[in-house]
Structure formats: C-alpha cells, structure tokens
C-alpha cells in the first residue's frame, strides 16, 4: 500500500517562507512524476509545480521565481521550498506522485500566509 506523507506547513507572514516535505512510502514502480498540487477554500484544486522523473520542472505562473520543487536523495521524497509567500498562496497543499498506471495523492498540509 503506497502512503504520501507530507510535512512542513504552518502559519507564516508574508514574505516569510515554508518547506513542504512528502515521502513516500511502499512500493511505487517506476516514478514518472512528482508534484504539489493546492486547494483554496471555494476554489479548485490546482497545480503548483512538478518534476519529472527526467528532472524537468514545470510550475504554476502564480509562483514562479517564488517556489522551486526539487527530489530528495531518497528517490521517493519532493520537496517544495516557498520564499517569498502572499496571502493568496493559503490553501491546503497536496503532494501528488505517479508512477505506472497510478497516482497516488497525500492527505494534505495546511499552509496560511497571514500577518
């Protein structure tokens, strides 16, 4: 059984900045993807930014320059580094892997950007 564990999210000011964490654990066969999606209350489900098991990246034109997506030298972790955060970036965060014929999704972590 294939389990997304996020981490990392919590109230910020903005400007300030957050890492979001996910591992993933069980038996994933052939990663194609890993991603980050959001979820502001009243809106859809977004995506933030993705990378392909290439290394390619690919992000959402709200955060890019602010947010870079990278691996961890565990094959099966993404991270997601917020600098520069704004209000509008509050929503729940989702981290996202696919691999085969699957996607698998995490329960998700609240992020606030709020003086």
């Known amino acids: 059984q294939v389990q997304l564990v996020e981490s990392g999210g919590g109230l910020v000011q903005p400007g300030g900045s957050l890492r979001l964490s996910c591992a993933a654990s069980?038996?994933?066969?052939?990663?194609?993807?890993m991603g980050w999606f959001r979820q502001a209350p009243g809106k859809q489900r977004e995506l933030v930014a993705v990378?392909?098991?290439?290394?390619?990246?690919n992000y959402a034109d709200s955060v890019k320059g602010r947010f870079t997506i990278s691996r961890g030298n565990a094959e099966n972790t993404v991270y997601l580094q917020m600098n520069s955060l704004k209000p509008e970036d509050t929503a729940v965060y989702y981290c996202?892997?696919?691999?085969?014929?699957?996607?698998?999704w995490g329960q998700g972590t609240q992020v606030t950007v709020s003086s």
């Open positions: 990378i392909y098991n290439s290394g390619y990246t």
């Open positions: 069980g038996s994933i066969f052939s990663i194609n993807t």
């Open positions: 996202h892997v696919t691999g085969g014929q699957y996607a698998y």
